[in-house]
């Protein structure tokens, strides 16, 4: 149990990392300072932000626009459900 909760717990952090980093680049984007790379989005998002990703694509109507951003995240999030839920089953 202590496992499913520590886990729970990353990836909420790195999900607000993630919603924290599409508003970042959507004000560096109105700007025209400098972005986060695609790679670093794209990266976190399949290291558990997936759902900070989806958030900040639609709370900050940033890369809502880009295939690649929109298939991503989408499937990384469907993988870190589909994980999660087969861990708390597994564990519980």
């Known amino acids: 149990m202590a496992i499913l ?4 717990a990353a990836v909420a952090a790195v999900s607000l990392l993630e919603f924290c980093l599409y508003g970042a680049d959507k ?12 790679r670093v989005l794209l990266g976190l998002a399949w290291c558990g932000g997936a759902a900070g990703a989806m958030l900040g694509m639609f709370a900050f109507r940033h890369k809502t626009k880009k295939p690649l951003f929109l ?4 499937a990384a999030l469907v993988l870190h459900i589909a994980a999660t839920a087969a861990l708390a089953a597994y564990l519980l």
Do not use: L, Q, S, W
């Open 71 to 74: 298939f991503t995240n989408t």
């Open 27 to 38: 004000g560096a984007a109105k700007r025209g300072a400098r972005r986060i790379p695609e």
């Open 5 to 8: 909760i520590a886990v729970c």
